[in-house]
């Protein structure tokens, strides 16, 4: 009896078939099969450096006025980085923008703020800012690989807006301040920087410099230091620090077509061109403005 109680207790481990039980007798369950991993993000492209866009190929006309224009530290000095979305005010001929477009493109976002021609208060304003629109739409579009993410909006002179407001990073505007002056449409324009750009977003202002306040109606292209900080100022932002990048103690500042007597306008006599090539361009403040977060 005995030797078949123990014959039928191993007949009935075999039957189990191995399985381990756990403290309380019950059959372990099976394993869950693990899941799958999620598919990882793609990786945002990295930006090329800012010295390899500055010695790009497409710049070679441009680069010439490296020396007078300090591109590398002046968007250093203003903090530009690039994932960021800029707003460059009036980009003319789009100097400035062969270098931010192609350097915001796999990370940030590069927008030329243009004025639309039917804003402007003359024909022969119109006239010139449609050449100037379209001779910068021609560029971008000739190039796609520098400016094919580029984006173009017009604004009114009158009464401008930028964008949504708060979804800019930075505002940037080179040498412009002097025509918003003369025209009566500075404080609109500041305005218009402060609206757009986030809570602690940068204002970033290069512009020819004064040496003191120019009257109403000055027509040199000069400007002083405290007559662009009030107005950004009154507009709502602070004075966050200013540089000497792009200062040049050569200028006299008493030119007889103001700052379009020297380079790159030059005019001038020709007699007289080797003097202010010697001088070369205007002397200029550099400003960084923060909008309060």
């Given at each position: 009896?005995?030797?078949?109680?123990?014959?039928?207790?191993?007949?009935?481990?075999?039957a189990?078939?191995?399985?381990?039980?756990?403290p309380?007798?019950?059959?372990a369950?099976?394993?869950?099969?693990?899941?799958?991993?999620?598919?990882a993000e793609?990786a945002?492209?990295?930006?090329?450096?800012?010295e390899?866009?500055?010695?790009?190929?497409?710049?070679?006309?441009s680069?010439a006025?490296?020396?007078?224009?300090h591109?590398?530290e002046?968007?250093?000095?203003f903090?530009?980085?690039?994932d960021?979305?800029?707003?460059e005010?009036t980009p003319g001929?789009?100097?400035?923008a062969?270098i931010l477009?192609?350097?915001?493109?796999?990370?940030?976002r590069?927008?030329?703020?243009?004025?639309d021609?039917?804003?402007a208060?003359?024909?022969g304003?119109r006239?010139?800012y449609?050449r100037?629109?379209?001779?910068?739409?021609?560029?971008?579009?000739?190039?796609?690989?520098?400016?094919?993410?580029?984006?173009?909006i017009e604004?009114?002179?009158?009464?401008?807006?930028l964008?949504?407001?708060?979804?800019?990073?930075a505002?940037l505007?080179f040498?412009?301040v002097h025509?918003w002056?003369?025209?009566?449409?500075?404080?609109g324009?500041?305005?218009?920087?402060?609206?757009?750009l986030?809570p602690?977003?940068?204002?970033g202002v290069?512009e020819?410099?004064?040496?003191a306040?120019?009257?109403a109606?000055?027509?040199?292209?000069y400007?002083?230091?405290?007559?662009?900080?009030?107005?950004a100022?009154?507009a709502?932002?602070?004075?966050e620090?200013k540089?000497?990048?792009?200062?040049?103690p050569?200028?006299?500042?008493d030119?007889?077509?103001?700052?379009?007597?020297?380079?790159p306008?030059n005019r001038?006599?020709?007699?007289?061109?080797?003097?202010?090539?010697?001088?070369?361009?205007?002397d200029?403040?550099?400003?960084?403005?923060r909008?309060?977060a």
């Open positions: 009896m005995r030797k078949l109680l123990v014959v039928s207790l191993i007949a009935a481990l075999a189990c078939g191995g399985q381990t039980s756990d309380a007798g019950q059959a369950p099976p394993a869950a099969p693990a899941e799958a991993a999620a598919p793609p945002a492209p990295a930006a090329a450096p800012l390899e866009i500055i010695a790009g190929s497409w710049r070679a006309e680069a006025r490296d020396a007078y224009r591109p590398k002046t968007l250093e000095f903090g530009i980085r690039p960021m979305t800029v707003i005010i001929g789009g100097w400035y062969e477009a192609p350097w915001l493109a796999p990370q940030g590069y927008v030329g703020a243009i004025i021609p039917s804003s208060s003359s024909e304003a006239d010139y449609s100037s629109n379209e001779q910068l739409r021609s560029k971008f579009g000739a190039a796609p690989d520098q400016f094919g993410k580029t984006q173009l604004f009114d002179s009158n009464a401008p807006s964008g949504a407001a708060g979804t800019a990073d505002v505007t040498r412009n025509n002056m003369n025209n009566g449409s500075a404080p324009m500041f305005g218009a920087f402060f609206a757009v986030k602690g977003g940068v204002l290069v020819h410099r004064a040496n306040d120019v009257p109606g000055d027509r040199s292209g400007m002083s230091e405290a007559q662009v900080i009030k107005l100022t009154d709502g932002f602070v004075l620090e540089s000497e990048i792009n200062a040049n050569l200028d006299t500042k030119h007889p077509n103001g700052v379009w007597t020297l380079p306008s001038h006599d020709e007699a007289d061109a080797a003097k202010y090539q010697a001088i070369g361009e205007s200029r403040m550099t400003l960084r403005f909008k309060p």
